[in-house]
């Protein structure tokens, strides 16, 4: 399975049978709202917290992919999810109410394509027969975790970016009918001491650049073996940084083929500075809109590079740097493999 030093090859190739998405009011008037399952008009869904909305949202997007696949809730080993919330606490608490076997996850807004890959390895190694792999994120939580409550009506500067609120999982299956994970690149820490919490997009982007040449070299690919080529949340700073530094290593991806999920999900016109950003946002717009285009057979193979800043509320109050991370997955259509 073990292809160069950091990539995997799925040769018994794991299927994606289901998704399920979930979304809020901003998300529904967004560009791709044909690509959720459910989207709510409110924010706070019924609840006492943002937090316990994000719990709700993230149960709902699993109940939702069970739910379309023929398929009972106690035949899945194993819920392989995270978020961006202290300790993980919605995914936690959604765990629970889901009562399956559980592995919690934190690598920000890396967390969609770092479950997927590990729920793709377990079932390639005949770990597991049905695994949901997922993540979640609401606006109002992290913005009270890491910036100020929105209340507070704080300015932010053009390269801030807007968290999703929302969730998404995949029912990852050993045989079926979907699209096919084929592979996946596990990224490395790449940390070039930006300190400024509200550049994320620029601090992620040369962490998004190291996957994407290391995935196409132990791959011994060339970039146009995909369709598109998605990175999760690098949104406009970001995705202009990770173009320049790819073309200044060579690798000259078109760039009506280089898309970001970050500027995917919402429309013109919306305020969202920079784009949009959290875990939910890769997870949604792979889930929701790509592999629905993949199941039109409009396009036949993708690489997903979802990117993540790890700092915490501390790191930063502290001065540290902002450590980076990026974990890219191949997902390519069932009849196509």
Sequence with gaps: MLNGHQTWIFENKPVIIQTGTVGGPFEAKGNIPKAFDILHEDMWLNQESFEKAQQVMMEQACQVAIKKSSIQKEQVEFFISGDLINQITPTTFAAKTMGLPYLGLF??????MESLALSAAIINANGANYILSGTSSHNAAAEKQFRYPTEYGGQKPPTAQWTVTGASCALVAKEGVG?????????????????????????MAPAAV?????HL??????????????????????????????????????EEKYVDCGLTIYREGQPVLAGASGPACSAIVTYGHFLNKMKQGEIKRILVVATGSLQSPLSVN????????????????????
Excluded: W
Aim: charged residues 20%.
């Design 217 to 254: 070299k132990e791959r011994n690919i060339d970039h146009s073996y995909y369709d598109l080529i998605i990175t999760g949340d690098l949104a406009h700073i970001g995705r202009e940084v990770s173009l320049d530094l790819l073309h200044k290593r060579g690798i000259d991806i078109p």
């Design 107 to 112: 690598n920000a807004c890396a967390t969609s």
């Design 179 to 203: 699209p096919v994970v084929t592979s996946a690149t596990i990224g490395k820490i790449v940390d070039m001491g930006i300190t400024d919490a509200f550049n994320m997009g620029g601090a």
């Design 318 to 337: 502290q001065g540290d740097s902002i450590p980076c991370i990026a974990h890219a997955v191949s997902i390519e259509s069932g009849s196509d493999v």
């Design 210 to 214: 190291d996957t994407i040449e290391t």
